[in-house]
């Protein structure tokens, strides 16, 4: 199995910066992805930024410019580098890792969310 821990929450003024972790451990012998999420209060989930095992980000439009994800391969840790926040930012954040353990077992694991709120 997969297990991620996440750091880096809380909260901040609007026009700061913000850096999310999130390291993964287990069994594992590759990750295929990892990516934030977040789910503003009274909607659903939404995708922020993915990137692949060979580098490639994507990024949802509300964060292009201002929010940039990041791995530590040596770590299997993924960050996520908040500047320029807003309060439309306001949000649970969750981690995703898609990876295969040696068994060459898939799983696609959520972390337990991590709060930010952006003040105005």
């Known amino acids: 199995q997969v297990q991620l821990v996440e750091s880096g929450g809380g909260l901040v003024q609007a026009g700061g910066s913000r850096r999310l972790s999130c390291a993964a451990s287990?069994?594992?012998?590759?990750?295929?992805?990892m990516g934030w999420y977040r789910q503003p209060p009274g909607k659903q989930r939404e995708v922020v930024a993915v990137i692949t095992r060979d580098g490639t980000t994507i990024y949802a439009d509300s964060v292009k410019g201002r929010f940039t994800i990041s791995k530590d391969n040596a770590k299997n840790t993924v960050y996520l580098q908040m500047d320029s926040l807003k309060p439309e930012d306001t949000a649970v954040y969750y981690c995703?890792?898609?990876?295969?353990?040696?068994?060459?077992?898939?799983?696609?694991?959520w972390g337990q969310g991590t709060q930010v709120t952006v003040s105005s």
């Open positions: 995703n890792v898609f990876a295969r353990d040696w068994g060459y077992r898939e799983y696609d694991t």
């Open positions: 287990g069994s594992i012998f590759r990750i295929n992805r």
